[in-house]
């Protein structure tokens, strides 16, 4: 189900892709609070050392409820014995897998705060994946932008104090992880129809998660299935997993894939960088954070780096377009 490029006397309106993925982050950001809530409470019911087997049931259920969801969408449905949707969605599934998995594990080590932060980092990495691995240098005003997004993000929630530890190198595996989701997105969605590719990746995320939840069950105390079924049906475990479910996975990743590839990746990812400033709203919405003036600094910084990079490509491509 290859398709073609898009027509050149029928562009997308700019505002579109870059509204669409204004609400990516928006949904975004309401995922530190909702995978901590869930965390927290997997802890309470099940006890200690379950962090491996907790994240993976909690990925598995998100995503294979993602599945069924977007699955009823009949622009979403594509053949079995479709290869180029199955391919794209596994490359497109493995990155996501990864990515949430690390900032899972990593969270239940570090704060939101310095998460928060680890995370935004991939605007960074973004740009320079995009130099090294597809040799394109950035532009000037990109390069700008993505400095000045990276250091709003970097203080949005305060001064992080950094120590280098296991939460935090996982955090920042996620990170480079997410920075290559980015580019891999790009590529795939520009190939292969992007809402089978975006049902294939859900397909993939859930097997990947549930085959890590039976490994775990090797190494971890994991408690009887009985009590896995009664943490998924818990409420104060469930309303945060349905809010990922529905918000952060299938609208926000359909709108991803069938958009960013509208704008350039490194475009894209300072637009992404908007994530930490709603997800200190959703934190001291529920109490897990403070308002300080760090956030009114670094917002604006991060909003100032968005700017840069938005009008200062306009205003270097306006030469060209009006020829």
């Known amino acids: 189900m290859l398709v073609a490029p898009?027509?050149?006397?029928?562009?997308?309106?700019?505002?579109?892709?870059?509204?669409?993925l204004f609400f990516v982050t928006l949904a975004w950001g309401g995922?530190?609070?909702?995978?901590?809530?869930?965390?927290?409470?997997?802890?309470?019911?099940?006890?200690d050392g379950v962090e491996l087997a907790g994240t993976a049931w909690f990925m598995g259920l998100r995503f294979a409820l993602a599945g069924l969801l977007l699955a009823s969408w009949k622009k979403a449905r594509f053949a079995w014995n479709d290869r180029a949707a199955w391919k794209g969605g596994f490359w497109l599934g493995l990155f996501l897998w990864l990515g949430f998995v690390l900032q899972m594990l990593g969270l239940t080590e570090v704060s939101p705060a310095v998460s928060a932060f680890l995370t935004s980092l991939y605007v960074l990495f973004t740009a320079l994946l995009t130099a090294v691995l597809m040799r394109r240098r950035p532009g000037k005003w990109l390069v700008a932008g993505v400095v000045l997004a990276t250091v709003g993000a970097g203080i949005i929630r305060g001064r992080p104090e950094l120590r280098f530890t296991l939460?935090?190198?996982?955090?920042?595996g996620c990170a480079l992880v997410f920075a290559a989701h980015i580019l891999v997105t790009d590529g795939v969605t520009k190939r292969v129809s992007p809402l089978p590719a975006t049902l294939a990746s859900f397909a993939w995320v859930a097997a990947l998660s549930f085959a890590t939840f039976g490994l775990a069950t090797l190494f971890e105390p994991v408690p009887a299935a009985g009590r896995w079924m009664e943490l998924a049906l818990d409420a104060a475990y469930l309303e945060p997993l349905l809010l990922s479910t529905v918000l952060a996975t299938v609208v926000a990743l359909s709108l991803m894939n069938l958009y960013q590839r509208e704008l350039d990746p490194v475009r894209a990812a300072v637009l992404y960088a908007l994530e930490p400033i709603w997800a200190a709203a959703f934190g001291i919405h529920a109490a897990h954070d403070a308002f300080t003036p760090w956030l009114v600094v670094g917002g604006a910084i991060l909003l100032a780096g968005n700017l840069v990079a938005e009008l200062g490509g306009k205003r270097t491509a306006a030469p060209a377009d009006r020829e």
């Open 6 to 20: 898009m027509a050149a006397n029928s562009p997308v309106p700019r505002w579109i892709p870059v509204a669409a």
């Open 31 to 47: 995922t530190f609070v909702w995978m901590k809530e869930t965390q927290n409470r997997t802890l309470e019911l099940l006890g």
């Open 167 to 172: 939460g935090e190198l996982q955090t920042l």
